[in-house]
């Protein structure tokens, strides 16, 4: 193994990657519309928060679902979502936020273990809702409504937060011997309200979890989350682990001069002004023997020489990711990814959507001549650099890593090789 010799400049951008994201959770991303790759950044995000289109059921007696099959490992039980913001367990509820990530509206999903039917339930429910809304108004109680060919007690609830009115509905039905919740928490008179139908549509869709883990491709419990933090291209797997590949025994290693297919043809890029901290990467730098990566479109990244280069699936190809290699065993691992930009056009307008899309990002670095933005996910443990092509602001990349952590620096230095191949 090579000596690691860090000089300061390279220490602050690897500590920057290493160390990445502390405030609030940071979900892989999840298209619920169409696939990322066929994207632009601008309709990724307009799809995720919902548009002004509303979901409309006529009868959920003959429901047939629509949307993302989740599996809540914790709760037994699997829902399919029409559409969301983003979906994660806290206090053994699930909230699946609709507008913004935890935030109201959303609806939430509980499990309970109850000696007693549905209306016992429902009493019990709000005897409890009344010892922690002293204002409590109780607007509407249904008894057999039936949704998905189940029979639910529906209860509207009404108390104050933050000076608004808060409308709170539950429908609570008998499942696999236990009792499931399924609420929508919304404040209308400032907008903040789920689609029309969702609350039914998710509740209509519950069902026991069939077969095994592996099929459910998305799931979440307490370690797992899923949301629509960005786009494929700039996560890893929902779950944090390494992608679904042909093989992980199969494929190549990694060998010096490798070239991976481009993207785009060249095109003229204005050049902004915008601080920036500069990085110098040399290979003596990196604590591995490593190889060059070559992408055809004008970039390259130094990898371990060990490690293999996994088949890259119709799925994964679908979600824009052009490379995928790492240590036999899946991980750690490294992905190379890329996404239509719309009208993300600068390093200033990159900064910003990662920011609101909910990444812990970091300031512009100059890796070795492409300027990129440093974000990532300690939950998560990833940490990835994106930046547009060389020669246009059409197309953006990430170079994103997993783990991602203090134990190991190897993700930071295949970050900081990132170089143009000129």
Partial sequence: MKKKVWKSALAAAAAAVMFLGSAGSVYAGVSTKQDPSSMTLEDLFMSLLGGDDELEYESLEEFVPEGDVVALDDLNISVTVPEY??????DENVYIYTMSEGSIPYVIIGEYDFDGDLEDFSDAFTNYMARNYRDLDVDTVQEGLSLGGKDFTKVVYNYGISGYNCSDTRLFTELMGKIYMFGAKEVPEIGYTIPSGFLDSVAASAAGLAGGY???ARHVDSTHSLGSSLMQAATMDENGAVPDTESSDAGNLVGAGAVVGGIASLHNKEEEKVEEEEVKFTEDMA???GAWIMFEDGFKIYLPSDWTQFDITDQLAEQGVLYLAGDASGSPYVKVAYLESGDIDSIETLKESLEEAGFSV???YNFNGIRGIVYGS???QISGVMFFH??????LFSVVG???DKETNLVASVICSLSPTE
Avoid at 390 to 395: I, L, N, Q, S, V
């Fill in 214 to 216: 592996s099929d459910y």
């Fill in 402 to 404: 997993y783990p991602a």
């Fill in 390 to 395: 060389p020669d246009t602001t059409d197309y």
């Fill in 378 to 380: 300690t939950e998560q």
């Fill in 362 to 364: 970091d300031k512009v």
């Fill in 85 to 90: 913001e983003g979906i994660e367990q806290s």
């Fill in 287 to 289: 604590d591995y023997d």
